[in-house]
């Protein structure tokens, strides 16, 4: 288990900073903060450096998958023993998922349940092992809405049906790539995973970005890297544990922004399930 130590100066760090929801503020406010202001690169990590995990999750597959179950994430998560969990959850609603959990013994806030990882594992532990849970996630239904009606326009047009084909291509390939082991923690965690579905996004995100605004792959990206290194930021240089859990295709956007931050040191989260 962490030290008391290393908890008090967490709470201590996320108070003055930026408190259990992470950058809470409009992204505007946060700008900035998707490049953090422990950037740096160059020299690698020093010490006081965070140590970070980047975890990806499969979201209801966990539920079913043998080799990637909530009881193989709930070890790992174990393993890496986080001081604090950066979430796929929204700073507004992380507030309600966790006083949900307390009041009722279930998560009621509608986007964190369809989640099983938060509901069935982090959210359960959080208060037992000591974690602070930070939402920082940068989705809105708004978002959402505005993609899905997006998606359909562009789905439909004739003019743009290669731009379409060309992304259901790379979604084809991508999936004869990870044929049989989608759900593999061991693969999942791999540099390999990370450049195949990088090159799978590569034409949504050129063909579809300035249709997509705040959906698109960029942009929300960027949206969630904003609240990530915000959240980073209010505790760097106390040589904590944080674990960040996304859905695995954020994985190398997320991996790719912290290696550039002098003040992490990103942890190779394959050995947690080895």
């Known amino acids: 288990m962490p030290s008391v130590t290393r ?3 967490l709470r201590i760090s996320l108070r003055a ?9 409009p992204l505007a406010a946060c700008q900035g903060a998707a490049e953090g202001t422990g ?6 990590a020093g010490a006081g450096a965070t140590k970070a995990h980047v975890m990806g ?12 179950s909530l009881d193989v994430l709930r070890a790992a998560i174990l393993r890496a023993d986080p001081d604090v969990i950066l979430t796929e959850i929204p700073p507004d609603r992380v507030a309600r998922a966790l006083s949900s959990y307390r009041e009722t013994g279930a998560v009621d806030e509608p986007r ?12 359960p532990l959080a208060r037992p092992q000591g974690w602070r849970v930070v939402g920082t996630a940068g989705w809105t239904p708004a978002i959402a809405r505005e993609r899905r009606a997006a998606l359909a326009a562009i789905r439909e047009d004739p003019a743009r049906a290669a731009q379409w084909e060309e992304h259901r291509t790379a979604r084809r390939e991508l999936a004869e ?19 195949l579905v990088a090159a799978s996004r590569e034409p949504y995100a050129r063909h579809f970005d300035a249709d997509l605004g705040a959906g698109g792959w960029t942009a929300i990206n960027a949206a969630h890297l904003a609240f990530i290194n915000a959240a980073l930021d209010a505790i760097t240089g106390h040589g904590l544990n944080a674990l960040i859990t996304f859905g695995t295709a954020h994985k190398y956007k997320i991996r790719q922004s912290l290696a550039q931050r002098s003040d992490v040191a990103l942890e ?6 080895v």
């Open 112 to 123: 964190t349940r369809v989640f099983p990882e938060y509901t069935d594992v982090i959210i």
């Open 7 to 9: 908890r008090h100066t």
């Open 39 to 44: 950037r740096g690169g160059s020299g690698g």
């Open 177 to 195: 790539a990870m044929r049989g082991r989608s759900d593999d923690p061991l693969f999942i965690h791999t540099s390999k995973f990370d450049r």
């Open 17 to 25: 900073g930026l408190g259990l929801a992470g950058c809470a503020l």
């Open 57 to 68: 999750t499969i979201h209801g597959r966990h539920r079913t998958s043998e080799a990637y």
């Open 268 to 273: 190779d989260t394959r050995a947690l399930f």
